[in-house]
């Protein structure tokens, strides 16, 4: 049953300061911008919420700037943003590789990086990427801002730290060194909800991080420790399948997951040589 959209409010923000007040005296409210998920809940008639505060227009949360050694990218940003970037192309290759195996040009010029963090799925394809860049999320409510290390940021499935009065505004990536490397395996080429997506770098130690494997997107860092320490790729691949818990679920198997995990981390490896 589809919700009947009389029953909905929005709140249209003219500025960030405005989103904020609005969200601490008007709240609960569901932010959203590109709506590339609300709305498939919306259609369907699954969104429990009912009371929206519109972030679209809101231009200054899109900006894509380096501040000092530091890429800052806003929470606004669309996936066309990030792929056009030449400051994402040039730190961070591999974000713009994900982003451009997010739904087709319709969904990459609507959907934001901000919303696919704060949406929490494990599937989500720039996720795996902000794992191993160590990225930086910074939160803000009309008190102030905090910064809270991505990979503190999820608690659980579909759940993290952001308080219902707080916005995610932006993401800093600090310098990465090292070989990147990006893979996403889904039921077709593109336009696919992932089955396992990996981003891996190629540092001292690497840094490799997985989606669809776990309630979260993971690190693995015992894997890490194992090739950084010289150990084989076969024990790499045994080590890794003991940090992942896939599921079975609609769109595959544990099985499967854990035999293309492996051999996606043995593909990073050999290829990053």
């Known amino acids: 049953m589809r919700t009947a959209i009389s029953s909905l409010m929005l709140l249209e ?11 601490h005296n008007e709240g609960p409210l569901t932010p959203l911008a590109g709506c590339t998920d609300i709305y498939v809940n919306l259609n369907f008639g699954t969104a429990p919420q009912n009371r929206f505060l519109n972030l679209w227009n809101l231009d200054e949360l ?5 501040r000092g050694k ?13 792929i056009r970037s030449p ?50 999320l910074v939160l803000q409510n ?26 995610l505004v932006s993401i800093e990536i600090p310098p990465l060194s090292g070989r990147q490397w990006f893979r ?14 990996m981003a891996a770098v190629r540092s001292v130690p690497p840094r490799i991080a997985l989606g669809s494997v776990a309630p979260t997107i993971v690190r693995v860092p015992r894997t890490e420790s194992l090739l950084a320490g ?3 790729i076969a024990e790499a691949r045994r080590t890794l399948l003991e940090e992942i ?19 996606l981390l043995e593909q990073f490896w050999r290829e990053t040589q």
Not at 62 to 66: N, P, V
Not at 105 to 119: A, E, H, K, L, S
Request: proline letters at 4%; charged letters at 25%; zero cysteines.
């Open 230 to 232: 010289g150990g084989t």
């Open 245 to 263: 818990r896939p599921i079975d679920d609609m769109r595959s198997t544990a099985d499967y997951r854990r035999r293309v995990a492996a051999n």
């Open 184 to 197: 996403k395996v889904g039921t077709r080429a593109a336009q696919a909800i992932s089955k396992i997506v």
């Open 87 to 136: 400051l994402v192309r040039r730190r961070l290759p591999i974000l713009a590789a994900a982003a451009r195996e997010i739904g087709g040009v319709q969904i990459q010029n609507r959907g934001t990086i901000g919303g696919n963090i704060v949406n929490a799925s494990p599937a989500g394809d720039t996720l795996p990427v902000l794992a191993v860049a160590e990225a930086m």
């Open 13 to 23: 923000p003219k500025s960030l300061k405005e989103a904020l007040v609005l969200l």
């Open 62 to 66: 899109r900006k894509i700037q380096l």
């Open 70 to 82: 530091t890429l800052s990218i806003g929470a606004l940003a669309t996936y066309s943003q990030l």
């Open 142 to 167: 009309a008190a102030g801002k905090r910064r809270i290390a991505f990979n503190d940021f999820y608690t659980g499935y579909r759940r993290t730290v952001l308080a219902p009065d707080e916005l």
